[in-house]
Nanobody, 123 residues
Framework: QVQLVESGGGLVQAGGSLRLSCAAS????????MAWFRQAPGKEREFVAV????????YYADSVKGRFTISRDNAKNTVYLQMNSLKPEDTAVYYC????????????????WGQGTQVTVSS
């Protein structure tokens, strides 16, 4: 079992930055990929970014490429999402997920989820 707790959400103006954190606990090893997804009101959950356990491999959704950066600190069992040049369309609840069984970008392949943190970008 893996427990995930996100933090760092909030209200920011367009063009601003936020850094989300997701702390993992419950397993002695952290040798699993971790990802961020988001869900805006009235929309389906979508993939944002994923990072391998070593941190050497990352993938991003086209909509955030060049603006968001995913990273992890395995000593702290924490994954981060640095979000720059935020846009109103980035407004959503952001969820951390861990240990996919198949596709790293398919939310249905993840068993472990955090409770989510709200990010609101005003225009």
């Amino acid at each position: 079992q893996v427990q995930l707790v996100e933090s760092g959400g909030g209200l920011v103006q367009a063009g601003g930055s936020l850094r989300l954190s997701c702390a993992a606990s419950g397993r002695a090893d952290s040798t699993y990929p971790m990802a961020w997804f988001r869900q805006a009101p009235g929309k389906e959950r979508e993939f944002v970014a994923v990072i391998s356990w070593s941190g050497g491999t990352t993938y991003y959704a086209d909509s955030v490429k060049g603006r968001f950066t995913i990273s992890r600190d395995n000593a702290k069992n924490t994954v981060y999402l640095q979000m720059n040049s935020l846009k109103p369309e980035d407004t959503a609840v952001y969820y951390c997920a861990a240990d996919p069984e198949g596709s790293w970008s398919d939310g249905s392949d993840y068993d472990y989820w955090g409770q989510g943190t709200q990010v609101t970008v005003s225009s």
